[in-house]
């Protein structure tokens, strides 16, 4: 089992920025996959970005076409920690904010049922 535990989640400003964490209960295999998912009230869950690595230890980040250039994946393996740097916020970015993660290497990485464990989630508010 992995317990995922997110936070850095608020209230902030249109065009501010926010870090969201997400840090594991152990270290998973050396190959897994952690994404962050969003779910605005209403709305199905969706895919907000994805850090993949291999046995090597070889990063692969990848985004959502609605935050790319905007968020930032990236993580510490000595942390157990996943980041998402979240920059130029806009309303639409509003979502509670969820943690996922895989001991393996997810192929179909933007569906949430290709993830074994989930986090609670984190509220990311975002004012005009």
């Known amino acids: 089992q992995v317990r995922l535990e997110e936070s850095g989640g608020g209230l902030v400003q249109a065009g501010g920025s926010m870090r969201l964490s997400c840090t594991a209960s152990r270290r998973t295999s050396s190959s897994s996959t952690m994404a962050w998912f969003r779910q605005a009230p209403g709305k199905e869950r969706e895919f907000v970005a994805t850090m993949r690595w291999n046995k090597s230890g070889t990063d692969y980040p990848d985004y959502a076409d609605s935050v790319k250039g905007r968020f930032t994946i990236s993580r510490d393996n000595a942390k157990n920690t996943v980041y998402l740097q979240m920059t130029k916020l806009e309303p639409a970015d509003t979502a509670i904010y969820y943690c996922?993660?895989?001991?393996?290497?997810?192929?179909?990485?933007?569906?949430?049922?290709?993830?074994?464990?989930w986090g609670q989630g984190t509220q990311v508010t975002v004012s005009s």
């Open positions: 996922a993660a895989d001991e393996s290497w997810v192929v179909l990485y933007a569906r949430p049922g290709n993830y074994a464990y």
